[in-house]
Antibody, heavy 120, light 108 residues
Framework: QVQLVESGGGVVQPGRSLRLSCAAS????????MHWVRQAPGKGLEWVAV????????YYGDSVKGRFTISRDISKNTLYLQMNSLRAEDTAVYYC?????????????WGQGTLVTVTS | EIVLTQSPGTLSLSPGERATLSCRAS???????LAWYQQKPGQAPRLLIY???SRATGIPDRFSGSGSGTDFTLTISRLEPEDFAVYYC?????????FGQGTKVEIK
């Protein structure tokens, strides 16, 4: 079955960087788009970024555009999120999510999430 | 940006009762590109419904979705103990893709 395991979260100061990883298994990683979705403590869900099945297309939410970069390594079945210039409002649980297709924005499998806390 | 407003904020019901959750969009959702997710405390969301009315793999048939345009509904025909959770709607027809703020279904 599909398994997504995030790692890399932690406590970081404002303005610093962090890279999240998501190890995928149980499906053809090169056949589906992949997303990052975040959830601030006690709040709702916010889509962050998507990368197409082949890595050729990447799109970002307005709140992270220019600061975050999504990427994938097909050989390692791993999705990444490079987060630069972090702000307090980036504090959230970050989930990686599998797209139901190439890029449909339907999230049919989710990881357990990794917590990022931005604080001085 | 399409704003999704879910109501009620909290729904207090007993096991066995019927739950009706509403999701209203500020603009028409193209091609009924609307999904519903369930999230339990400390867990990741789970896809229930996509394309407004199609159940995701493995989702029991007590969950059903309906609606089009700006008004959508998630119905749980008879609540099971494991159904008490927060439910989110999401539109994926227009950029940016957005979520509603959630409806909590709690045990009465």
């Amino acid at each position: 079955q599909v398994q997504l395991v995030e790692s890399g979260g932690g406590v970081v100061q404002p303005g610093r960087s962090l890279r999240l990883s998501c190890a995928a298994s149980g499906f053809n990683f090169s056949g589906n788009g992949m997303h990052w979705v975040r959830q601030a403590p006690g709040k709702g869900l916010e889509w962050v970024a998507v990368i197409s099945y082949d890595g050729s297309n990447k799109y970002y939410g307005d709140s992270v555009k220019g600061r975050f970069t999504i990427s994938r390594d097909i050989s390692k079945n791993t999705l990444y999120l490079q987060m630069n210039s972090l702000r307090a409002e980036d504090t959230a649980v970050y989930y990686c999510a599998k797209d139901r297709g190439r890029i449909s924005y339907i999230f049919d499998s989710w990881g357990q999430g990794t917590l990022v806390t931005v604080t001085s | 940006e399409i704003v999704l407003t879910q109501s009620p904020g909290t729904l207090s019901l007993s096991p066995g009762e019927r739950a009706t959750l509403s999701c209203r969009a500020s603009q028409s959702v193209s091609s009924s590109y609307l999904a519903w997710y369930q999230q339990k405390p400390g867990q990741a969301p789970r896809l229930l419904i996509y394309a407004a009315s199609s159940r995701a793999t493995g989702i029991p048939d007590r969950f059903s979705g309906s609606g089009s345009g700006t008004d959508f509904t998630l119905t749980i025909s008879r609540l099971e103990p494991e159904d008490f959770a927060v439910y989110y709607c999401q539109q994926y027809g227009s950029s940016p893709r957005t979520f509603g703020q959630g409806t909590k279904v709690e045990i009465k």
